[in-house]
């Protein structure tokens, strides 16, 4: 996926940061060691074959040239915190840090190398496996995701703080925040922003329901999860997470709107039953947030094509309808 936030650097550059990470002895050498793994949406990462032939992964954060949404800001700190957290405190299968460097030193972003996890990637090759084969998988997901969300924090909001005891304080500050970065770049949401802003004070009481934090992945979605041999193999990307609530999870996501698949399977391992009244109301407002992102993102990212854009207008006139509002 090509981005203007991908800080992609020359094989001198990659062979110093092997040299930091792993030791001279280990700096590849040779023709074809460096692939550029094309998948991810923000970072670049590069699968590195390192001289005694073990094959690792390098992550490289934005350059800060770049601008990027606010939400955005440190987001590989953030990853690393994640985890962290995740091999602390669960069983979900994630990868190792080998080295994490956030000197810019050699490089102009923070970076760190992690093991390459032998897998394929479900959002790849889903739709190619028998139905309840994916379905299999999905519960695994969100059998993960329930444990990730397990973790405990003190308050809402970032995982370094400053947290807040108010999810609704926090979650409309998160939506304010992403309506300034579309308003800052004149995005064009086919809504006026205020109205954006209306229809989320008139439903914001029932985020008044959540009151413990828990860990929110919020990004685990099939093409962040690797499957190999029937089971789920390693679960990627948490540049994302923050403490709030569980059910603005990815996996919820087509309980609202069926553009994002079928959630059956994931809330079956998840063991989460129909959603409640309440809970469908926040639900809809997590899916505004994230349709707002989609479009927003756009245009932080450069994109010059605009397929997202369009899918993703579509996907927020959707969620402002189940709120009430209908199409202009």
Known sequence: MESITKNRQTPEALRAMAERAYGPAR??????????????????????????????????????????????????????????????????????????????????????????????????????????????????????????????????????????????????????????????????????????????????????????????EWDLWDSNVLIRDGRMACVIDHERAFYGDPLIEAGFTATQLGAFGDSTAFMRGYGHGTLTETETVRRRLYCLHLALIMVIETVYRGHTDSTQYDWARERLTEAMELLGRARP
């Open 27 to 216: 700096v590849p050498d040779g023709e074809g060691w460096a692939e550029e793994l094309g998948h991810g949406w923000f970072n670049v990462a590069y699968r590195i074959r390192l001289r005694d032939g073990e094959d690792v992964v390098l992550k490289i954060a934005p350059p800060p040239g770049v601008e990027v949404m606010t939400y955005e800001r440190g987001a590989m700190r953030i990853e690393l915190a994640t985890l962290d957290l995740i091999r602390k405190h669960t069983d979900v299968p994630v990868p190792a840090v080998h080295f994490a460097d956030t000197s810019r030193e050699l490089c102009d972003a923070d970076w760190f190398f992690m093991p390459f996890v032998q897998g394929d990637n479900l959002g790849v090759v889903g739709d190619s496996l028998p139905e309840a084969e994916r379905a299999a998988y999905m519960e695994q997901v969100g059998a993960a995701n329930r444990a990730l969300n397990g973790i405990k924090g003190d308050a809402f909001g970032p995982l370094a703080g400053p947290g807040d005891p108010s999810w609704r304080q926090v979650f409309t500050g998160m939506v304010e925040t992403v309506l300034r970065d579309g308003e800052r770049r004149a995005v064009d949401l086919g809504r006026d922003p205020d109205t954006v802003r209306a229809v989320l004070a008139e439903h914001a009481d029932s985020l008044d329901e959540v009151t413990e934090p828990r860990l929110v």
